[in-house]
């Protein structure tokens, strides 16, 4: 049971002898980022390892971190360097550069997050990249305007000048 158990979290015991745990909190050790590059060629490299239990360890590790003992820059140390390897989000299931929501939220229910779809709030910072509703719009001609009665309103390609009914 206990070989069982560490063969299923080898990669994140190694991460854990990397923290360093200080007045200010927890932190990881200055090079940890590079040590677990290596630690996930070394675990791709041998055959005794299984990969996606190795890695959902490690992100559950982070987990712990980000959550219980509010140290996020250990989190973010881990989630960047599997974010950064090919080998570590195919094993999870993840496909790398993914824009997909689905995949997104995949990710976040195996960390242990929430996911909802939210409207934004009021008020609140506009993201990156947004784009306005208006700009989806085509500009067509007031609806204040007047029209000459029995006349549609002018398509985006016609002419803006208005036609004399017989009501001038």
């Not at 005794?48 to 890695?55: D, I, W, Y």
């Not at 007047?146 to 009501?167: D, F, H, I, L, V």
Request: hydrophobic share 40%; net charge positive; aromatic share 6%.
């Amino acid at each position: 049971m206990n070989q069982e158990r560490k063969d299923t979290t080898a990669l994140a015991d190694f991460a854990l002898r990397m923290v360093i745990k200080s007045k200010a909190g927890y932190r990881f050790q200055d090079d940890a980022a590079k040590g677990l590059d290596l630690a996930l060629d070394a675990m791709f490299a041998d055959k005794k390892f299984e990969p996606r239990a190795q890695l959902e360890a490690l992100v559950r590790l982070g987990l712990l971190f980000e959550r219980k003992h509010r140290a996020a820059p250990i989190a973010d140390t881990i989630y960047a360097v599997l974010a950064k390897d090919e080998r570590a989000l195919r094993a999870l299931g993840i496909a790398s550069g993914a824009k997909n929501r689905q995949l997104r939220a995949r990710f976040a229910r195996m960390v242990g997050e929430s996911v909802s779809n939210r409207a934004p709030v009021f008020g609140s910072a506009v993201p990156a990249g947004s784009l306005k509703v208006s700009s989806f719009l085509v500009p067509t001609a007031s609806p204040l305007e007047r029209r000459p009665a029995g006349t549609r309103p002018t398509s985006p390609g016609a002419s803006s000048k208005r036609r004399r009914g017989s009501w001038d």
